[in-house]
Structures are given as C-alpha cells and as structure tokens.
C-alpha cells in the first residue's frame, strides 16, 4: 500500500508560478514509479508529466517548456514545478504511482492516487 498527499495548490494570476509536492509512504515506495495528471471538470483525467523507468521526464504537449518534474528520493518527494501559467491550466491536479513497466502517460497504469490538490489560474 502506497499512501500520496499532494500540497502547493491554489490561485495564481495568469503569468504566474505554483511549485506542487507529492509526498509518498508506505513499506514499497521505491517500485513505484510518480507521475502528475490533471482532470478538468467533466473531462478524463490528462497526463502533464512523469519520470519514465529510467529516469527520463516526460511532459504532456499542453504544458512543455513550462512545467517541471523533479525529485527528492530521499524524502520519498516529487514536485512540480508550474511556470507561465494560464487560465487552461486550471484543474485539478493528482500525483500517482505506477509500478515498473507499466505506460507513465496512461492514469489506467497507475495503482495509487492522491487525494488531489486545485490550481486555479485567473486570467
């Protein structure tokens, strides 16, 4: 069982920069592998960004050069860091945990899932 709480979310005026965390416990955190999804009202869930088995980040086309995944594997962490944000980017945003092997883009890949933390752009 692996527990994820997400933190960093709130407003921001379009242009401006959130920095989210994913903070991740239990007994098998290391065969997990993170990644951020974000799910706008009505819509399926959408991949932003994630580190692939071999440690190469990846990133949705809607958020490229402006958002950044990061890592502190000591403190079992992953951030997202959000820049230049607009008003499309408002959601809500999820960190998730995958085993080995399975797709980082697809959230049917993930096991586990925060609880969610909201983004909300103003324009």
């Known amino acids: 069982q692996v527990q994820l709480v997400e933190s960093g979310g709130g407003l921001v005026q379009a242009g401006g920069s959130l920095r989210l965390s994913c903070v991740a416990s239990?007994?098998?955190?290391?065969?997990?592998?993170m990644g951020w999804f974000r799910q706008h009202p009505g819509k399926e869930r959408e991949f932003v960004a994630a580190?692939?088995?071999?440690?190469?980040?990846n990133y949705g086309d809607s958020v490229k050069g402006r958002f950044t995944i990061s890592r502190d594997n000591a403190e079992n962490t992953v951030y997202l860091q959000m820049n230049s944000l607009k008003s499309e980017d408002t959601a809500v945003y999820y960190c998730?945990?995958?085993?080995?092997?399975?797709?980082?883009?697809?959230?049917?890949?993930?096991?586990?899932w925060g609880q969610g933390t909201q983004v909300t752009v103003s324009s």
């Open positions: 580190f692939t088995w071999s440690g190469v980040a």
């Open positions: 998730g945990a995958r085993l080995l092997g399975r797709a980082y883009y697809d959230p049917a890949a993930y096991a586990y």
């Open positions: 239990g007994r098998t955190t290391s065969d997990y592998y």
